[in-house]
T-cell receptor, first 111, second 113 residues
Protein backbone atom coordinates (compact mmCIF):
# COMPACT_ATOMS: atom_id res chain seq x y z
CA UNK A 1 0.00 0.00 0.00
CA UNK A 2 1.32 3.42 -0.93
CA UNK A 3 1.74 5.91 1.91
CA UNK A 4 -0.38 8.48 0.08
CA UNK A 5 -2.78 7.59 -2.69
CA UNK A 6 -4.27 9.96 -5.21
CA UNK A 7 -6.03 9.30 -8.47
CA UNK A 8 -3.53 10.37 -11.13
CA UNK A 9 -6.25 11.67 -13.44
CA UNK A 10 -6.55 13.64 -15.52
CA UNK A 11 -9.69 14.97 -13.89
CA UNK A 12 -11.48 17.05 -16.50
CA UNK A 13 -14.06 19.64 -15.49
CA UNK A 14 -15.65 22.53 -17.40
CA UNK A 15 -14.97 26.11 -16.40
CA UNK A 16 -17.18 27.17 -13.51
CA UNK A 17 -17.69 23.66 -12.17
CA UNK A 18 -16.56 22.21 -8.85
CA UNK A 19 -13.44 20.06 -8.96
CA UNK A 20 -13.13 17.42 -6.25
CA UNK A 21 -9.72 15.95 -5.50
CA UNK A 22 -9.29 13.06 -3.10
CA UNK A 23 -6.45 11.59 -1.10
CA UNK A 24 -6.03 8.71 1.33
CA UNK A 25 -3.04 8.15 3.59
CA UNK A 26 -1.72 5.25 5.62
CA UNK A 27 0.03 6.91 8.60
CA UNK A 28 -2.59 6.99 11.37
CA UNK A 29 -0.38 9.36 13.40
CA UNK A 30 -0.46 12.15 10.80
CA UNK A 31 -1.86 15.34 12.29
CA UNK A 32 -1.11 17.98 9.66
CA UNK A 33 -2.17 17.92 6.03
CA UNK A 34 -1.32 20.09 3.08
CA UNK A 35 -2.39 20.60 -0.51
CA UNK A 36 0.05 21.90 -3.08
CA UNK A 37 -0.54 23.03 -6.65
CA UNK A 38 2.20 22.39 -9.17
CA UNK A 39 2.32 23.68 -12.71
CA UNK A 40 4.45 21.68 -15.13
CA UNK A 41 8.15 22.30 -14.55
CA UNK A 42 7.49 24.65 -11.63
CA UNK A 43 7.82 24.24 -7.88
CA UNK A 44 4.95 23.13 -5.65
CA UNK A 45 2.92 26.02 -4.27
CA UNK A 46 1.14 25.64 -0.92
CA UNK A 47 -2.58 26.36 -1.28
CA UNK A 48 -4.20 24.83 1.80
CA UNK A 49 -3.30 23.42 5.19
CA UNK A 50 -5.66 21.60 7.53
CA UNK A 51 -5.04 20.26 10.99
CA UNK A 52 -8.48 19.37 12.42
CA UNK A 53 -11.30 17.16 11.26
CA UNK A 54 -13.93 18.95 9.22
CA UNK A 55 -13.85 21.62 6.58
CA UNK A 56 -11.57 24.59 6.09
CA UNK A 57 -12.42 27.19 3.47
CA UNK A 58 -10.12 29.73 1.84
CA UNK A 59 -11.58 31.60 -1.10
CA UNK A 60 -12.56 29.11 -3.80
CA UNK A 61 -10.77 26.28 -2.03
CA UNK A 62 -12.18 23.99 0.67
CA UNK A 63 -10.13 21.28 2.34
CA UNK A 64 -11.90 18.45 4.12
CA UNK A 65 -10.28 16.12 6.64
CA UNK A 66 -11.50 12.88 8.18
CA UNK A 67 -8.75 11.36 10.32
CA UNK A 68 -10.80 8.31 11.26
CA UNK A 69 -11.14 7.40 7.59
CA UNK A 70 -7.61 8.63 6.80
CA UNK A 71 -9.06 10.74 4.04
CA UNK A 72 -8.44 14.31 2.95
CA UNK A 73 -9.97 16.13 0.01
CA UNK A 74 -9.78 19.44 -1.80
CA UNK A 75 -12.73 21.13 -3.48
CA UNK A 76 -12.19 23.91 -5.98
CA UNK A 77 -15.30 25.95 -6.68
CA UNK A 78 -15.85 27.97 -9.84
CA UNK A 79 -12.91 26.23 -11.50
CA UNK A 80 -10.88 28.34 -13.92
CA UNK A 81 -8.57 27.27 -16.75
CA UNK A 82 -5.72 28.71 -14.66
CA UNK A 83 -6.47 26.01 -12.07
CA UNK A 84 -5.25 23.39 -14.55
CA UNK A 85 -2.27 21.87 -12.76
CA UNK A 86 -1.24 18.86 -10.72
CA UNK A 87 -2.47 18.87 -7.12
CA UNK A 88 -0.32 17.16 -4.51
CA UNK A 89 -1.63 15.85 -1.23
CA UNK A 90 0.96 15.83 1.57
CA UNK A 91 0.38 14.61 5.11
CA UNK A 92 3.07 15.26 7.69
CA UNK A 93 4.44 12.00 9.05
CA UNK A 94 4.00 11.03 12.71
CA UNK A 95 7.44 12.22 13.80
CA UNK A 96 7.10 15.58 12.03
CA UNK A 97 10.26 14.92 10.06
CA UNK A 98 8.79 15.15 6.62
CA UNK A 99 5.87 15.64 4.32
CA UNK A 100 4.90 12.49 2.47
CA UNK A 101 3.77 13.38 -1.03
CA UNK A 102 1.32 11.61 -3.25
CA UNK A 103 2.11 11.51 -6.95
CA UNK A 104 -0.65 14.01 -7.57
CA UNK A 105 -3.88 14.41 -9.48
CA UNK A 106 -3.75 16.26 -12.76
CA UNK A 107 -6.68 18.65 -13.14
CA UNK A 108 -7.76 20.00 -16.52
CA UNK A 109 -10.29 22.84 -16.62
CA UNK A 110 -11.70 23.45 -20.07
CA UNK A 111 -13.06 26.89 -21.12
CA UNK B 1 9.96 39.11 0.21
CA UNK B 2 9.89 35.78 2.05
CA UNK B 3 11.43 33.19 -0.20
CA UNK B 4 13.58 30.13 -0.77
CA UNK B 5 16.22 30.56 -3.45
CA UNK B 6 18.23 27.95 -5.31
CA UNK B 7 21.19 28.21 -7.61
CA UNK B 8 21.82 27.29 -10.30
CA UNK B 9 18.38 26.87 -11.85
CA UNK B 10 19.71 24.75 -14.69
CA UNK B 11 22.85 22.67 -14.80
CA UNK B 12 24.29 20.26 -17.34
CA UNK B 13 27.36 18.38 -16.19
CA UNK B 14 29.33 15.21 -16.84
CA UNK B 15 29.60 12.04 -14.83
CA UNK B 16 31.96 12.33 -11.87
CA UNK B 17 32.36 16.10 -11.78
CA UNK B 18 31.55 17.33 -8.29
CA UNK B 19 28.83 19.93 -8.02
CA UNK B 20 26.98 21.91 -5.37
CA UNK B 21 23.45 23.27 -5.54
CA UNK B 22 22.91 26.09 -3.10
CA UNK B 23 19.72 26.76 -1.15
CA UNK B 24 18.97 29.78 1.00
CA UNK B 25 15.88 30.98 2.89
CA UNK B 26 15.15 34.33 4.52
CA UNK B 27 12.29 33.24 6.79
CA UNK B 28 14.41 32.17 9.78
CA UNK B 29 13.11 28.64 9.39
CA UNK B 30 14.65 25.86 11.46
CA UNK B 31 13.73 23.05 9.07
CA UNK B 32 15.13 22.67 5.56
CA UNK B 33 14.91 19.80 3.15
CA UNK B 34 15.92 18.61 -0.31
CA UNK B 35 13.70 16.68 -2.71
CA UNK B 36 14.06 15.24 -6.13
CA UNK B 37 11.15 14.83 -8.50
CA UNK B 38 11.05 12.28 -11.27
CA UNK B 39 8.18 11.42 -13.63
CA UNK B 40 5.90 8.80 -12.11
CA UNK B 41 7.78 8.78 -8.79
CA UNK B 42 6.65 12.06 -7.32
CA UNK B 43 8.60 14.09 -4.80
CA UNK B 44 11.10 12.10 -2.79
CA UNK B 45 13.04 13.47 0.14
CA UNK B 46 16.83 13.28 -0.09
CA UNK B 47 18.00 14.86 3.18
CA UNK B 48 16.55 17.13 5.78
CA UNK B 49 17.82 19.33 8.59
CA UNK B 50 15.92 20.18 11.76
CA UNK B 51 18.37 22.95 12.67
CA UNK B 52 21.99 24.09 12.37
CA UNK B 53 24.41 21.15 12.44
CA UNK B 54 21.50 18.66 12.57
CA UNK B 55 20.95 16.70 9.38
CA UNK B 56 19.41 13.33 8.60
CA UNK B 57 18.76 11.06 5.66
CA UNK B 58 15.50 11.08 3.81
CA UNK B 59 14.19 8.37 1.54
CA UNK B 60 16.81 8.56 -1.25
CA UNK B 61 20.10 9.84 0.25
CA UNK B 62 22.54 7.68 -1.74
CA UNK B 63 24.99 9.75 -3.79
CA UNK B 64 24.22 13.02 -1.99
CA UNK B 65 25.70 15.01 0.87
CA UNK B 66 24.44 18.05 2.74
CA UNK B 67 25.66 20.43 5.39
CA UNK B 68 23.94 22.99 7.63
CA UNK B 69 26.50 25.38 9.00
CA UNK B 70 24.18 28.39 8.98
CA UNK B 71 20.46 28.55 9.60
CA UNK B 72 19.66 30.14 6.26
CA UNK B 73 21.75 27.88 3.98
CA UNK B 74 21.44 24.19 3.13
CA UNK B 75 23.60 23.18 0.15
CA UNK B 76 23.23 19.88 -1.67
CA UNK B 77 26.48 18.26 -2.79
CA UNK B 78 26.91 15.61 -5.46
CA UNK B 79 30.50 14.47 -5.13
CA UNK B 80 30.46 12.12 -8.12
CA UNK B 81 27.27 12.67 -10.12
CA UNK B 82 25.89 9.86 -12.23
CA UNK B 83 23.24 9.89 -14.99
CA UNK B 84 20.62 8.43 -12.61
CA UNK B 85 20.84 11.68 -10.65
CA UNK B 86 19.41 13.57 -13.60
CA UNK B 87 16.30 15.07 -12.07
CA UNK B 88 14.45 18.17 -10.92
CA UNK B 89 15.60 19.18 -7.45
CA UNK B 90 13.71 21.29 -4.93
CA UNK B 91 14.80 22.82 -1.68
CA UNK B 92 12.17 23.62 0.94
CA UNK B 93 11.94 25.18 4.37
CA UNK B 94 9.44 25.52 7.20
CA UNK B 95 9.19 26.55 10.81
CA UNK B 96 8.91 23.96 13.58
CA UNK B 97 7.20 25.72 16.46
CA UNK B 98 3.61 26.60 15.53
CA UNK B 99 2.73 25.57 12.00
CA UNK B 100 4.34 23.20 9.60
CA UNK B 101 3.66 24.97 6.33
CA UNK B 102 6.50 24.22 3.98
CA UNK B 103 7.68 26.46 1.16
CA UNK B 104 9.63 25.41 -1.87
CA UNK B 105 12.38 27.00 -3.90
CA UNK B 106 12.04 27.41 -7.66
CA UNK B 107 13.87 24.18 -8.50
CA UNK B 108 17.11 23.14 -10.16
CA UNK B 109 17.00 21.04 -13.29
CA UNK B 110 20.10 18.87 -13.35
CA UNK B 111 21.27 16.81 -16.30
CA UNK B 112 24.22 14.44 -15.88
CA UNK B 113 25.65 13.05 -19.12
Amino acid sequence: QKEVEQNSGPLSVPEGAIASLNCTYSDRGSQSFFWYRQYSGKSPELIMSIYSNGDKEDGRFTAQLNKASQYVSLLIRDSQPSDSATYLCAPMNTGFQKLVFGTGTRLLVSP
Amino acid sequence: EAQVTQNPRYLITVTGKKLTVTCSQNMNHEYMSWYRQDPGLGLRQIYYSMNVEVTDKGDVPEGYKVSRKEKRNFPLILESPSPNQTSLYFCASRGTLTTYEQYFGPGTRLTVT
